[in-house]
């Protein structure tokens, strides 16, 4: 999203294998985490199943909170900006309620194997519709993203991440103390 979007007008709703939604997020939530990728200015949106109980499945999951397919919807104006569902099992699924009526997902094929790795499905700036997989490690994502009660290294000891804000320094490996962004 780049910086001169109003999150208020974007939600992302997940999708079960039958078209219905399941769950509608505003990227305006306060669960929602929010970075700004220094390469390219445009703000990154993270929703992370602590703050939402929501899952992406592949093939086909079972449950309330596991779903297949996700939409990205400029409420504003009525527009759908994504559609896609993941991997195998239900694919092209069409919405059949919510502000994506009407509109089918495409297809994100996930990579599968036996030397297969936990992947990010990443829809970048300059090409935003060429999908790239980048596989996850420490610091490959861009974000960093911490569960409730981790604990982080600063100047003054150790600290639960729950209690840190931007501008509060962390010790890093490679700069020393740093502030949080």
Known sequence: MRLDENP?????YFYQANGTVGVEIPLCDPGVQTSIDPDSSELIYVILVDFFSTRLTD???SGYNNYEAYALVNTDTSTVVDFYDIGEGTQ?????????????????PVIVGLNSKTMTLQLNQPN????VYEAVAPGDSGIACFAKRTLIDTPNG????????????????DNGPCPVR
């Open 8 to 12: 208020a007008d974007f939600k992302v």
């Open 158 to 173: 150790v600290v639960s991440i729950e209690f840190l804000s931007a501008g509060d320094l962390v010790n890093t490996i």
């Open 92 to 108: 092209n699924i069409t919405a059949n309620n919510g502000i994506a009526v009407g509109a089918t997902s495409e297809n994100l």
């Open 128 to 131: 935003p519709d060429r999908l």
């Open 59 to 61: 093939p086909d999951g």
